[in-house]
Every structure is written in C-alpha cells, then in structure tokens.
C-alpha cells in the first residue's frame, strides 16, 4: 500500500506485468486496485476448479470496489491453465464461467503435451476477445469448422 500511495500521489500510471494472486484480494486491496486501474489489464489466475469459490467471491469484491460490469471485462484477466486435453471439460467450464462474471480468459496450455485441436480451438476462442464475447466455444468451434470443410483448423 505503501508503494502505491506513493504512486498515486505523484499521478504516476502503473502496470501490473505479472498475474496478481487473486487470493490476497480484500476490500482494501481491491478499492486500491480500482483506484489505479488505467488502460492495462489486471490479470489473475484460476488454475483449478476446486477455487471456484474464492474466484466469485474475490471477483464480487472487485465489483463492489467499483469495477462495472464493462470495466472488468475492460480490465480484468483470468490465466486458465489446461495441463493437458484431459483438463479440457474443466478449461471451458473455467471459461465459461469467467465469462459470466464479466472477466476475460486467456487459456494456457502445457507445452511439453499434445495440443489436440480442440485445445487449439479453446485457446484461440478466449485469446480471440471478439469471439470470446459475441459467442460460445461450440459456436465458435462450428464457425472454424465450417470455413475450413471438415478439416482441422489451421488457424483464424
């Protein structure tokens, strides 16, 4: 807090590089979060399924600081990390899911595993903001399938 009063006070602009722990977010951090939020995103993480409720919570806290819902689709960044295509079904819930909190994903993938093409597609829909907020993944999936006949999409 110390840091960012300082900040603050000299009108200075920061960015956050790095994935913030959504973890540590309280009431106080997320009023300072909204007080220095400015065209960068925060990002966040939601590795596993078992911290869907620390996610609403801590999302809930962040709207209640100030965040509408246009400023945390505007502002606010979830990692999705989909070890394998095993994890698939968890990674669009994950999604799916940040998406009615209003928060953007950004699929990651590990890459010492295959990559299928349905994790392609996964990740091309929540890196691809457009189609991640004017359709669903099934649709989205549909929509590359049709452009390239039944073969497998190469890229859009």
């Known amino acids: 807090m110390e840091v960012t009063d300082w900040c603050l ?5 920061m960015r956050f590089l790095q994935g913030l722990d959504i973890r540590l977010v309280d009431e106080q951090i997320a009023k300072r ?4 939020r400015n065209h960068h995103t925060l990002s966040f993480a939601w590795d596993n399924l078992a911290d869907e409720k620390i996610i ?27 070890d394998s295509d095993e994890e698939y079904d968890s990674g669009v ?14 699929v990651m993938f590990n ?6 093409q349905r994790i392609k597609n996964l990740k091309w829909w929540s890196k691809g903001k ?4 004017i359709m669903d993944l099934v649709d989205f999936d549909s929509r590359a399938r049709s452009k390239n006949g039944s073969k497998p999409v190469k890229a859009l």
């Open 111 to 116: 890459i010492d595993n295959e990559q299928t």
């Open 56 to 82: 609403r919570e801590k999302v809930e806290l962040l709207a209640k600081a100030g965040f509408t819902k246009n400023q945390l689709r505007d502002h606010v960044q979830f990692y999705v990390y989909v």
């Open 33 to 36: 979060l909204f007080e220095i």
């Open 9 to 13: 006070d000299k009108k200075l602009k």
């Open 93 to 106: 819930y994950r999604c799916r899911e940040l998406k009615k909190l209003r928060c953007n994903a950004f």
């Open 130 to 133: 457009v189609y991640f907020w």
